[in-house]
């Protein structure tokens, strides 16, 4: 079983908000820096979020320009991925993963199964 079990996607209108949680297990969350990534079909996978393991989380350096915040609790060994002014483009299935980069993320531990998020009228 995966050590990233990712939740919360759903079919949502564009301008609506989804926030995504990303419960990790086998290792202690506090040391790490967790990415969020996306794939959509037919596309290469690519990270959209990052935080680090001070919990800075520069989300403006990414593609989706601030529009998804990260956010993490270590006591519960979660992530969240609050995601707002959603557009049909943002439209695939969300992981998430240690390190913040597709490279590093998946040498580190393999993928979970992600979680679909559609974004359509």
């Known amino acids: 079983q995966s050590q990233f079990v990712e939740s919360g996607g759903d079919l949502v209108q564009p301008g609506g908000s989804l926030r995504l949680s990303c419960t990790v297990s086998g290792f202690d969350l506090e040391y790490y820096s967790i990415g969020w990534f996306r794939q959509a079909p037919g596309k290469e996978r690519e990270a959209v979020s990052c935080?680090?393991?001070?919990?800075?989380?520069?989300d403006d350096a990414f593609a989706v320009k601030g529009r998804f915040i990260t956010s993490r609790d270590n006591s519960k060994n979660t992530i969240y991925l609050q995601m707002n002014n959603l557009k049909a483009a943002d439209s695939g299935v969300y992981y998430c993963s240690a390190g913040c980069s597709t490279t590093v993320a998946g040498a580190l531990l393999p993928w979970g199964q992600g979680t679909p998020v559609t974004v359509a009228s």
């Open positions: 935080i680090d393991s001070s919990g800075d989380s520069p």
